[in-house]
């Protein structure tokens, strides 16, 4: 296989020549292009759209359309497409995956498959993880499409049927995937066809597209309606659940395995398991949660908690265990003005208006003694994973893609082409160290830090939760070291942070 790659290159390279023949053309057309007023590359677009109604193939006139593009970064916003950006448009327009750097403009590559795809008239989607970047990119981007003819929406949470429905219906509409998920789901619960949303899921250009397609293809997008008050139920259960033993789950050997009617005895009232993130009574903690019951007047003498009748107080009991075994306060939620509010594991950021489902939310309220909200039944709900699958063609940029190639293909049918830097790398990336408990892994930080402070240049310290900020932010006001915490708890801090983080000694 090495003998083949030297003698034909991998398969990445030869996609990356093949399109930098393409590129060549695009270049060569960028004299004519540069001569035509502003009014003559609007009418360009007329020009391409109707060669588009004609049936001519979009391929044929990418060249075209790229050049006219970067035509009109050049005269709006200053920006001029580099080669390995038009060679990222090219893989995003195929339907695939472009790995490029952080810093390489991936925000400029996206205008240009999608002014493309948006010459047939059914809409372009930009999928960004947050309406920061959504906003941010529509209003950086809007100049280019502006003068192309094109027109730019932007659609995000709070806005009215009708604000949404201008977005949907521009030629090229920003958002956040949570967004056009849950609008997706809304324009399934509608009762008329004039009361929907969304055109033509056409095509979506995903940032972050790892983040997205991988990390968070199972989670759950959920519209609940209310159901029926049960908050003072869940506060009963809640003083009870201290009392409860947490035990170990027992192994068993090769020989006990090979016994059918071997049954494993676990300790304690009942056992976690962290990976599948489920609890589970052992027969002794069933028995010890029966009387506890009896005794509160919860459950009738006699009664077993697995009956038909009692199941949903047994729902009840694992939905306590999981909030105080499961869910760890500032790491999967922080308590702010008195409501529990979910964080993001994949980004550290806050999800106010997300609740959990299955009475999980309402557990966590009654663990926390803040107020506990009416439960909710859902009416409709979808994945990440499905919802981006109905699109035409769908298409991913970021940074790190490569690693989940196989995934990407397996899953979606999407390839991963990696892009290389406009100018090479100067960034060195070392490898990682480990160190066997948590102080000697933060003594070591606290040194890195101290010794690049004294240097005069900025750090970047980051880590997976808000808990584990904190506790490094405390270490190093022992130490007296200046430092800025940004965090779930502080993100409307998060633009005046930011700002001053390049500054020397940051």
Not at 119 to 148: C, F, Q
Not at 153 to 174: C, F, L, N, R, W
Not at 266 to 284: A, C, I, Y
């Amino acid at each position: 296989m090495n003998l083949l790659n030297k003698i034909f290159g991998s398969s990445n390279t030869r996609k990356l020549k093949k399109m930098n023949r393409l590129v060549a053309v695009i270049n060569n057309m960028e004299g004519s292009f540069e001569k035509l007023s502003n009014d003559e590359l609007k009418e360009k677009t007329v020009e391409f759209k109707s060669r588009v109604e004609a049936g001519e193939a979009l391929e044929t006139i990418l060249p075209e359309a790229f050049a006219a593009v970067r035509e009109a970064s050049k005269r709006t916003i200053g920006l001029r497409h580099f080669d390995v950006q038009m060679i990222g448009g090219m893989v995003l327009h195929q339907g695939n995956i472009s790995e490029m750097r952080t810093g390489e403009g991936k925000t400029l590559v996206a205008t240009l498959p999608a002014y493309l795809n948006g010459l047939s008239g059914k809409g372009v989607h930009i999928v960004t993880v947050n309406e920061y970047l959504a906003h941010r990119d529509a209003d950086w981007m809007r100049p280019i499409y502006e003068m192309l003819g094109f027109s730019v929406g932007v659609i995000k949470s709070g806005q009215t049927p009708d604000e949404k429905k201008a977005g949907y219906e521009s030629d090229i509409t920003y958002g956040t995937n949570n967004e056009f998920g849950f609008d997706y789901l809304r324009d399934n619960m509608a009762f008329r066809l004039d009361q929907k949303m969304q055109q033509e899921l056409n095509f979506a250009i995903v940032d972050e597209v790892d983040s997205i397609l991988i990390d968070e293809a199972r989670t759950p997008l959920i519209i609940s309606g209310a159901a029926e008050d049960s908050s003072k139920l869940y506060v009963a259960i809640n003083k009870l659940i201290p009392r409860l033993e947490k035990g170990v789950k027992a192994e068993k050997s090769k020989m006990e395995m090979m016994d059918k009617n071997y049954v494993p005895e676990d300790t304690g009232h009942f056992t976690v398991d962290e990976k599948s993130r489920q609890v589970e009574l052992t027969e002794s903690g069933h028995e010890f949660v029966e009387d506890l019951l009896i005794k509160q007047k919860l459950l009738g003498e006699g009664q077993s908690l697995y009956a038909a009748t009692n199941l949903g107080l047994l729902h009840h009991v694992h939905a306590g265990l999981k909030a105080h075994h499961l869910f760890n306060k500032d790491i999967e939620y922080i308590v702010q003005n008195r409501q529990i509010i979910l964080i993001d594991e994949h980004t550290g950021r806050t999800m106010e208006g997300r609740r959990l489902s299955d009475g999980l939310h309402q557990a966590l309220e009654a663990k926390e003694n803040v107020e506990i909200q009416s439960e909710s039944q859902t009416m409709a709900s979808t994945t990440f994973q499905n919802y981006f699958r109905i699109y035409n063609k769908l298409a991913g940029m970021t940074g790190t893609a490569d690693t989940e190639a196989f995934e990407f293909s397996q899953i979606y049918g999407l390839d991963v082409v990696v892009i290389p830097t406009n100018v090479p790398m100067i960034r060195e990336d070392a490898n990682d160290l480990i160190y066997l408990t948590m102080e000697e892994k933060f003594e070591a930080i606290l040194n890195d830090i101290i010794e690049i402070r004294d240097s005069g240049a900025p750090i970047l310290v980051g880590t997976a939760s808000i808990d584990t900020s904190e506790t490094l932010s405390q270490f190093l006001m022992k130490q007296k070291i200046d430092h800025e915490v940004l965090n779930a708890k502080f993100h409307e801090k998060e633009a005046q942070i930011i700002a001053q983080a390049g500054r020397p000694g940051a």
